[in-house]
């Protein structure tokens, strides 16, 4: 389960960041989680409710958002957004395509009590 290893990665930025702005802790953690990044969502909380325990977020909540995943297609030079995954643009049927995001994992925002 590389959740907890992402989890602890993160817990160590938000340490870092609570640090530089003097806080007492940290009140809301906010991510974004592309869809096909790998990251189940359930897991990472599990791990987040583990690992927060005597760190400065210890109190915090995991707020997850989601991105769709989006491919640009060399062929026809446009960008989509997907409801399914797929490596063909839906436009004009080429697989020259490329994964613009949705592989994703991001530290969006923190809410901190200072």
């Known amino acids: 389960m590389h959740e907890f290893s992402v989890v602890q990665a993160l817990l ?3 340490e870092d960041i609570a640090k530089e702005h003097n806080a ?3 009140e809301k953690i906010y991510v974004v989680i592309g869809e096909v990044s790998g990251v189940e969502p359930h897991l990472l ?3 987040f409710d583990t690992f927060k325990e005597n760190t400065i977020a210890s109190k915090a909540d995991l707020v ?3 991105q769709k995943p989006h491919i640009y297609c060399m062929e026809c030079q446009k960008e989509f957004s997907l409801e399914r995954y797929s490596m063909r643009c839906p436009s004009c ?3 020259k395509v490329k994964l613009t995001k949705g592989d994703e994992l991001i ?3 923190l809410e901190l009590d200072t």
Do not use: C, D, P
């Open 12 to 14: 160590m930025q938000v």
């Open 24 to 26: 007492n802790s940290v």
């Open 45 to 47: 909380k599990m791990a």
């Open 64 to 66: 997850i958002e989601f």
């Open 93 to 95: 049927g080429s697989f």
């Open 107 to 109: 530290l969006k925002t």
